[in-house]
């Protein structure tokens, strides 16, 4: 079983930015075969969750549209942590920052297998 564990949460004004890190306990993420990707999600206030993005054990990235640019995902192997910086922060990404890992590599929360508990994430105008 792996535990993934948020911080990093906070608030910010817009243009501000945060960092958020997730530490997978209980496991490496390179020796369990079971995960091939981490990623993050997001989930505003009465909506659903939405991915943000992903890496994968060899380090290969991607963000979704939305954040292209702006964000910043990458994994310490050996720490098993995975970090999204978060740049040029927008009112509306205000919400609960959540950290996943899976056996497949897609912003699609039906192909996580593991969730953190989430991290608040407030950016005010």
């Known amino acids: 079983q792996v535990q993934l564990v948020e911080s990093g949460g906070g608030s910010v004004q817009a243009g501000g930015s945060l960092r958020l890190s997730c530490t997978a306990s209980?496991?490496?993420?390179?020796?369990?075969?079971?995960?091939?990707?981490m990623a993050w999600f997001r989930q505003a206030q009465g909506k659903g969750r939405e991915g943000v993005a992903f890496?994968?054990?060899?380090?290969?990235?991607y963000e979704a549209d939305s954040v292209k640019g702006r964000f910043t995902i990458s994994l310490d192997n050996a720490k098993s942590t995975v970090t999204l910086q978060m740049n040029s922060l927008k009112v509306e990404e205000s919400g609960m920052y959540f950290c996943?890992?899976?056996?497949?590599?897609?912003?699609?929360?039906?192909?996580?297998?593991?969730w953190g508990q989430g991290t608040q994430v407030t950016v005010s105008s």
């Open positions: 996943a890992a899976g056996g497949a590599c897609r912003l699609d929360s039906d192909y996580v297998d593991y």
């Open positions: 209980g496991h490496n993420v390179r020796s369990n075969s079971s995960i091939v990707c």
């Open positions: 890496i994968d054990t060899k380090g290969r990235t």
